[in-house]
């Protein structure tokens, strides 16, 4: 492993194909030697600082997710009263969790 890691948000409301990405950007992560997490409920977790909303992702979880609808990860529609002290949440609780690369989705 590089140590460097890789996290998933999905944003909006739920659309066809967002497991998808998420299995094929895991895939293609892990493949290339990076730690994997899928945050659990959205730009809301990210927002309100829950490291706890972040889950590790292996080719095992989410292999077969294509078939499925919706999103493994849970999705939220949030938007910030005073985004700009939010936004800092955010980037301090990716920073905390040592997460390198951020992969949006929705």
């Known amino acids: ?23 094929s950007a895991t895939i293609e992560a892990l493949n290339h030697g990076l730690e994997v997490y899928g945050i659990i409920g959205g730009f809301k977790s990210l927002f309100e600082g829950k490291k706890d909303s972040f889950i590790p992702l292996t080719i095992e979880d989410v292999s077969r ?28 609780t990716l920073y905390e969790f040592g997460i390198s690369y951020l992969i949006t989705i929705g």
């Open 1 to 23: 492993m590089s140590g460097k890691k890789l996290a998933l948000v999905v944003g909006g409301g739920p659309a066809p194909g967002i497991n998808g990405v998420i299995s």
């Open 65 to 92: 997710i294509h078939t499925q609808g919706g999103s493994i990860l849970k999705t939220s529609r949030d938007r910030p009263e005073n985004v700009q002290e939010r936004f800092k949440t955010l980037i301090s």
